[in-house]
């Protein structure tokens, strides 16, 4: 089989492409921009047959020069919720996946694309349907749009066309990403610099710490794509979440009590890490006031009807994963 992975240096993009290696398919071409030189570690160890920058890639595809390719699994993105450049935004999140899609279906290959949950934005409901579509960034607005031209075309649609809301993905590959990185990255590394991590204060009606995520392991992100990959009769826009909204706090005391696990320490509470100051909250900043989700949770309704039963790890496992994975890395 011959896939591509675009954004194949990222985060889900590296893990898909190291995920497609141990089921077997090393034909595999990685597309990216290397700019930032040090995203090939990510790559390392993995199996690919090519290579190419994005600025030619789209091209070259669209006019049919890499031969049949079977499916595209399509990552590639600019997924920083906080670019406020519009233009740039539509143009890399929505003019270049409309232009794959037409491609794909002229050549009748397969496109499994990332979406994302901000496409519900200030939404309290999390259900693949425009009345729960409420963006509060151009981000969410880009996803959402091109959601929207793959919702009209799929009728006509000759070969599988898969779109996965992701929620809050954690996992390894992203040290990357910067401040775009998750929390749980971010707390990993506060808590072996300062001894503490911090989180917000109370917002929203929610007390501190208590603001909610649907928290999700890359690897299990990975599993639902292989699963559409080797079901290409399932096409349509699912939710890739656990089904499961888990409060910061969670995230917190897992990642600290892992961090202690290490150093062969017990675990403690969150009361007991509060308290020695450990966890420490914060103000929430003006910056977010307006912009700030304080709970998601996917409905998986539509993704386990489809036969989909990968299961999903919950946060203390899977950040104890994750934080063995950066001890051993480094």
């Not at 399509?74 to 890399?92: I, N, V, Y």
């Not at 996946?97 to 409901?125: E, H, I, N, P």
């Not at 392991?217 to 292989?226: Q, R, T």
């Not at 450990?278 to 996917?298: H, R």
Request: glycine share 10%.
């Amino acid at each position: 089989m011959k896939t591509v992975v675009t954004g194949a240096a990222g985060m889900i993009g590296a893990n898909l492409v190291h995920g497609l290696n141990a089921i077997g398919i090393d034909d595999v071409i990685a597309v990216d921009d290397l700019t930032d030189g040090p995203k090939y570690r990510n790559l390392l160890g993995a199996q690919i047959s090519d290579y190419f920058d994005r600025r030619e890639f789209y091209a070259r595809f669209t006019r049919g020069e890499f031969g049949h390719v079977d499916a595209v699994l399509h990552q590639g993105a600019c997924s920083d919720t906080m670019e406020h450049d519009g233009r740039f935004m539509l143009d890399t999140n929505y003019r270049c996946s409309k232009d794959l899609l037409d491609a794909c279906q002229a050549q009748g290959t397969r496109l499994l694309y990332a979406s994302s949950a901000a496409t519900y934005g200030g939404s309290a409901s999390f259900r693949e349907e425009p009345a729960f579509e409420q963006p509060l960034t151009v981000y969410g607005y880009s996803k959402l749009l091109f959601d929207n031209v793959v919702r009209r075309m799929l009728p006509r649609a000759t070969v599988q066309v898969a779109g996965f809301r992701y929620f809050n993905v954690y996992g390894p590959r992203e040290q990357h990403k910067g401040r775009m990185a998750s929390v749980a990255f971010h707390h990993f590394n506060q808590y072996r610099e300062t001894g503490k991590v911090k989180l917000f204060g109370e917002y929203g009606g929610y007390a501190p710490g208590q603001q909610s995520r649907d928290f999700v392991f890359v690897g299990d992100v990975v599993a639902v794509n292989l699963w559409f990959l080797q079901h290409p009769e399932s096409s349509g826009i699912f939710n890739l979440g656990t089904g499961r909204a888990q409060p910061f706090n969670d995230m917190a005391v897992a990642v600290v009590n892992s961090a202690r696990a290490l150093a062969g320490q017990g675990a403690l509470s969150l009361a007991e890490l509060v308290a020695q100051a450990s966890i420490e909250y914060i103000d929430f900043p003006a910056a977010l006031v307006g912009k700030y989700q304080c709970m998601t949770q996917a409905d998986l309704t539509r993704l386990r009807a489809s036969g989909c039963d990968v299961p999903f790890a919950d946060v203390a496992t899977g950040v104890r994963r994750y934080v063995d994975w950066l001890a051993k890395t480094g």
